[in-house]
């Protein structure tokens, strides 16, 4: 199918298709996306329009590996999201692994899943807990090197938006992450 006939295609049928194509419950994906069960329904039904809303049509294109313009109703806020680079090669590597979207978030508890689609549509930050960044690296299958540096740059980012001068501090910040790292790394 083309993305002209995708786009094309009214979104309701669009939702549809795709949860009978990835025999995914209605009710996982509700919880994947943070809306009711009744939601999914009344929007597969057309019983209620699509909203307009971004966060949630960005859910939904979000798990369905596809652009949230592919939705007609899809209107574009000013909130501009800023390019993450650790973000971005956490997605090109789930995509290396050959898996969609939704396959990767089936990898974590049920819970978890709504967090992590806000994070890869790139309204969350990565998580500064290092087990949890592990995680979502772990099932991308990035390596243990990689998972370190991405950790360094996101706590470095989270000090610095707190207030945190790296230039001055420069030489207790290595100090930190050389001790995290030996700690990190003894760990297995």
Partial sequence: MSKKSITQEKSSIKLGNFLNENKLHKKDFAQMIGVTLSYIYNLIDETIPFSGRATTLERIATVMDILPEEFEEYIIEDDTKKFDENLEFIKSKIKETNSSTLEYLRKFEKKQRLKIVDILRGHADLPINYLELEKMCNCANIEKDD?????????????????????????LLDSMFNCAKKYVFRQN
């Fill in 147 to 171: 998972i370190f540096k991405i950790w360094i740059n996101v706590m470095a980012n989270y000090l610095n938006k707190g207030g945190f001068d790296s230039k001055i501090n420069e030489g």
